[in-house]
């Protein structure tokens, strides 16, 4: 194996024409510079130079190999830069995957003040609910992923293999349009059980929100009948607030839009979700995935507070 300090080394003699010029301008001695040189021409398993008294000549082999030295080693020289900056947070990338009330909340805040900070690190963003956004991490797809799963759940996903950052538990609340009975009689801070809309046309959410909400109805006695379901959480609300049926959501969602027309009521017993940044072992000591879940960390305690 060719070692760089040995390219280095031949370069020097080839410009100086002698081990001991070589040493000067190394800042070595001229034993050192031998001893590498014999080194070096170990490695490659051919002379490199030809000893004629004082004077060094290179060998055919050696011309080839000095003038494959200056690439080589100007190659290395821009790898260790840029891989300096990257240590140093001057430069750098992060792929981030988020579910949708994440992106609207957490994410802006965190990603703001993370280039505020290191404005060379890059940070991409794409959406992807759990357990996608967590495949995507393990396939090497991204860096960072945010993602959630309900307390209790049945079959509730595994991390064990990641690095999780907590970021926040998110409680579920239930979502009424304002005209109806249960939301004029019980105010915006009224409890609110679940069993009470047990009749009630509802409107879910995500595939696993959807799942979560028919989990829990079921365990409060009753199969909830549902007239629409979508992803998009704005078009729940609207759907809610155009008393077209009634909904669960989490708090961080309906934190993410604009609630017309539509009271959101807390529900008890709580149902709640944790909220994680996770990301790979290897990942966690990278400069800008570091960052970029402590900023993650640093947003969610500020949405805890203004709650």
């Known amino acids: 194996m060719i070692e760089a300090r040995h390219l280095r080394v031949l370069r020097a003699v080839a410009t100086t024409g002698s081990f001991s010029a070589a040493g000067r301008e190394l800042g070595c001695t001229q034993p050192a510079v031998s001893q590498q040189m014999k080194a070096l021409e170990t490695s490659v398993g051919t002379p490199l130079l030809v000893r004629t008294g004082r004077e060094m000549r290179l060998t055919q ?17 821009a790898a260790e830069e840029e891989v300096a900056a990257i240590a140093g947070l001057r430069a750098g990338r992060v792929r981030l995957v988020s579910f949708p009330s994440g992106s609207s909340t ?5 990603l703001a003040a993370l280039r505020a900070a290191h404005p060379g690190t890059r940070v991409s963003l794409e959406e992807a609910e759990p357990p996608k956004s967590v495949q995507l991490l393990r396939e090497g797809d991204c860096d960072v992923a945010l993602a959630f799963r309900y307390e209790g759940a049945a079959g509730a996903e595994e991390w064990d293999d990641l690095v999780v950052r907590p970021l926040l538990t998110d409680r579920l609340v239930a979502l009424l349009p304002e005209e109806h009975r249960l939301a004029r009689t019980g105010g915006q801070a009224a409890a609110l059980a679940i069993g009470d809309l047990a009749g009630e046309p509802w409107i879910a959410g995500c595939p696993r929100c959807r799942g979560q909400l028919v989990e829990v109805c079921e365990g409060a006695g009753f199969t909830p009948r549902i007239d629409f379901a979508t992803d998009d959480y704005p078009a729940v609300v609207g759907l809610v607030g155009a008393g077209l049926g009634v909904a669960v959501l989490p708090q961080l969602a309906v934190e993410s839009v604009r609630p017309r027309g539509a009271r959101t009521l807390a529900l008890e017993p709580a149902v ?18 570091r960052a970029t879940l402590d900023e993650l960390a640093r947003a969610a305690s500020g949405q805890s507070a203004a709650r």
């Open 106 to 110: 957490l994410v802006p805040t965190a």
């Open 272 to 289: 709640r979700r944790e909220i994680v940044a996770l990301t790979l072992p290897d990942l966690a000591q990278v400069p800008a995935v």
């Open 61 to 77: 082999a050696g011309e080839a190999l000095v003038r494959h030295a200056a690439g080589i080693l100007a190659g290395l020289t």
